[in-house]
């Protein structure tokens, strides 16, 4: 197919896919004249990748890069594979304290994790430290010690998600990258949906137990 059926197949325009091409996201077509390319099913599945790592899981340019060097060259062992995959979605985010004087929250992580059980990559334990740090300065309450619990709550999502990870290299590490990344705003929504549910049950009051008079006054 060309660029324009490309750009109709995937629904992005053809400047983006140009655009693409020349960044070096989605690889060359096939050339068919001096400025001519034919492009196939392959690259229509790339760009939908491309444009889902931007569009829905909300990566810069350079993250999705690294994404797509894991997917394109995987490590062959399942613990590196986790490993490249994670420094892949993590990016180059900073996690240094910022100003306000001596930062707790690496060490009652450290604690935390410890009570857990969890042998926890630095880089993500501090990452995690520098979040719930920036959560409690904005006004959030109740870290110190609520933390834990949605770690315990985290590490059933974790056991769904390698139950989900097929056997072969290839569509084990698009699932532990991609499935990871596209489904993080799902988990976010169900974690709104499952909060309405809890103050619901908590209310003792359903919608369909509101009559019409009810809801009139």
Do not use: F
């Not at 068919?32 to 340019?61: F, S, W």
């Not at 590490?173 to 103050?199: F, N």
């Amino acid at each position: 197919m060309r660029i324009s059926a490309l750009s109709e197949r995937t629904g992005v325009p053809v400047a983006t896919l140009k655009y693409y091409l020349r960044e070096g996201l989605v690889p060359p077509g096939r050339p068919t004249a001096a400025t001519q390319a034919a492009y196939d099913a392959g690259h229509v599945e790339r760009v939908r990748l491309v444009r889902a790592l931007t569009q829905t899981a909300g990566l810069a340019l350079a993250d999705v890069r690294r994404v797509l060097g894991v997917l394109d060259n995987p490590p062959a062992d399942r613990l590196a594979l986790l490993g490249a995959a994670q420094e892949a979605m993590l990016g180059a985010e900073a996690t240094a304290s910022g100003p306000g004087g001596e930062d707790p929250w690496p060490a009652r992580v450290a604690a935390g994790l410890a009570e857990l059980g969890w042998d926890c990559d630095p880089t993500l334990a501090a990452r995690l430290a520098a979040q719930l740090r920036d959560a409690q300065r904005a006004g959030v309450a109740g870290l110190e010690d609520g933390w834990t619990a949605w770690a315990r709550a985290s590490r059933d999502v974790a056991l769904a998600d390698l139950a989900s990870v097929p056997g072969d290299e290839e569509g084990a590490v698009r699932q532990v990258v991609v499935g990871t990344l596209l489904t993080d705003p799902v988990l976010a929504t169900l974690r709104r949906i499952a909060q309405r549910e809890v103050a619901t049950d908590a209310a003792g009051v359903r919608e369909a137990d509101v009559t019409p008079e009810d809801a009139s006054g």
